[in-house]
């Protein structure tokens, strides 16, 4: 195994869990749980290999439709119906799991675990031979996974901390139905290849970080009232 493109392809997804460790602040999730979930994000990959794999057999369509299928249901449906099981199955009935901006970070925390591994297997072996593969995905790939993990949080964490169990089982819905759309509108983008699609790549990239961005900052607004109180 070459080593210089296993540290490139690990560094992205180590990066940007630092960033979300660091970015709560105000009442910081205990380590040994958040390693427990990326470490859980990582072996996620095992059942979705499998899951994708079954997919991709009842796949008839072929052209555009085989795309679309691929790309919504064998990717973009399973791996966050998996990354969102990593977290139902370690931290989300625990009580460490206190307040909504929690969600989102256990969420991208389990999606990087997830993100590292798909970068290893990517970057590391199937590409190897392939000296941009590494850049491209630090900058794209990794962080799409997080940016959909940021939206699954946001959602799991209004279903968590609903006033009604109908509220809470609404969220809890688009925890999943959201971040798998727009997982697979990327990958369909991607995928197709076609022109028209790959010129809304930028746009939609762009869409993304700002709507996940708000979505961040709002739950960062909500800690720092939180813990101010309690002060």
């Not at 630092?18 to 970015?23: A, G, K, V």
């Not at 139902?88 to 901006?101: P, Q, T």
């Not at 392939?130 to 790939?141: L, P, W």
Request: aromatic share 18%; glycine share 4%; charged share 15%.
């Amino acid at each position: 195994m070459n080593l210089n493109l296993f540290v490139t392809a690990i560094t992205p997804g180590i990066v940007l869990v630092l960033f979300f460790y660091l970015f709560d602040r105000h009442d910081r999730e205990p380590i040994r749980m958040l390693l427990k979930v990326f470490v859980m994000g990582i072996f996620s990959v095992i059942p979705t290999i499998f899951i994708e794999n079954i997919l991709s057999f009842f796949n008839i369509f072929s052209g555009i439709f085989g795309i679309g299928f691929t790309a919504f249901i064998v990717a973009g449906l399973t791996e966050e119906y998996i990354k969102r099981q990593v977290v139902l199955k370690s931290v989300y009935f625990n009580l460490v799991f206190n307040e909504k901006l929690d969600g989102i970070i256990y969420c991208a925390i389990a999606a990087l675990g997830f993100a590292t591994i798909e970068n290893v297997m990517y970057v590391v072996f199937r590409f190897s031979d392939v000296e941009s593969i590494g850049f491209y995905r630090a900058i794209i790939s990794v962080p799409a996974h997080m940016l959909f993990a940021v939206t699954m949080g946001y959602y799991m964490s209004l279903a968590k901390f609903a006033s009604t169990p109908e509220e809470s089982q609404f969220y809890f819905k688009k925890s999943l139905t959201v971040p798998a759309v727009l997982h697979g509108i990327f990958d369909f983008i991607l995928m197709s290849q076609i022109e028209f699609f790959m010129v809304l790549l930028v746009p939609f990239i762009i869409y993304l970080w700002i709507n996940n961005l708000k979505k961040l900052n709002m739950y960062y607004a909500d800690s720092k009232h939180r813990n101010d109180d309690l002060l």
